[in-house]
Every structure is written in C-alpha cells, then in structure tokens.
C-alpha cells in the first residue's frame, strides 16, 4: 500500500469479482467510526422517500470522515440498516447513480441488515461507517 492509498480490496483467487462492495479490506492508520447516521440535514430535517435519505446519509457519512480528516477513499466498511428490503431491492439500479454521486466509486466491505425499525421514525435507512485514516 502507498502512502497515498491506506487501504485495498482483498479478492480470494478464484472468486468473481462483486459489483458495488469489496469482499475485505487491508488497511493501515488510525481508525474513524462514526455512528447510525440517518438521511436528515444538518437541521435534523428528513428527505422524503428511500433514495433521498439514501443520497442524505451518505452526504452525511462524507462529511463526518472528512471533518475526522479523511476522505471517502479512507472508508473500508459500510453497515445499512433499512426498516423495508423490498424497497431496498426495487431501488438497487436507482441506487448506483446516487451512491456515485456522492461516494464516487470507492466500494469498501458493506452488508445490508433489515430491521424493523430505526430511532428516529421517519428513517428509513441508517448508515454506520468505519474508516482508516492515515497516520
């Protein structure tokens, strides 16, 4: 790993290659958690509908791990909670565009939890993010 990149997919022999998650991560430097961010603002104001909080929290995961110092880059895992997985499923190819937008095309480890509800109730989807950031 260079000083520029902390961090890298891992990728059995063998396995085929996954579309928008990596299997693993190696990754070197100080560790940033955050906690379940939600799609709300800054004023704790909802978008409406899946994909609009989708696009929200992970706008808010950018900002976290950049105002920690890191860059989304730096992220190696994604953990989503969604209260509908139906809904999650029939937005998957809407989904892409708007998780590029925001993340560009860094896909670090992720898993996908349906629950059955969230904290605040108008989430619908809560995003923990961890990353590695360098020194």
Do not use: C
Not at 4 to 25: C, D, F, H, Q
Not at 52 to 61: K, S
Not at 63 to 80: N, P, Q, Y
């Amino acid at each position: 790993m260079s000083s520029e990149t902390l961090s890298r997919a891992i990728l059995p022999e063998g396995w085929s290659v996954p579309r928008g998650y990596a299997n693993g991560m190696v990754a070197e430097g100080r560790v940033l958690v955050t906690g379940g961010l939600v799609g709300w603002n800054e004023n704790g104001v909802f978008a409406r509908g899946f994909l609009p909080q989708l696009r929200q929290t992970l706008v808010n995961i950018k900002a976290v791990v950049e105002a920690g110092g890191g860059r989304v880059e730096d992220i190696v895992r994604l953990t989503w909670y969604v209260t509908d997985i139906a809904a999650y499923r029939a937005s998957l190819k809407e989904m892409g565009p708007v998780y590029r937008e925001v993340l560009g095309r860094h896909f670090p480890t992720m898993a996908v939890v349906q629950v059955v509800s969230l904290v605040e109730p108008e989430a619908m989807i809560e995003i923990e993010a961890t990353a590695v950031l360098a020194g």
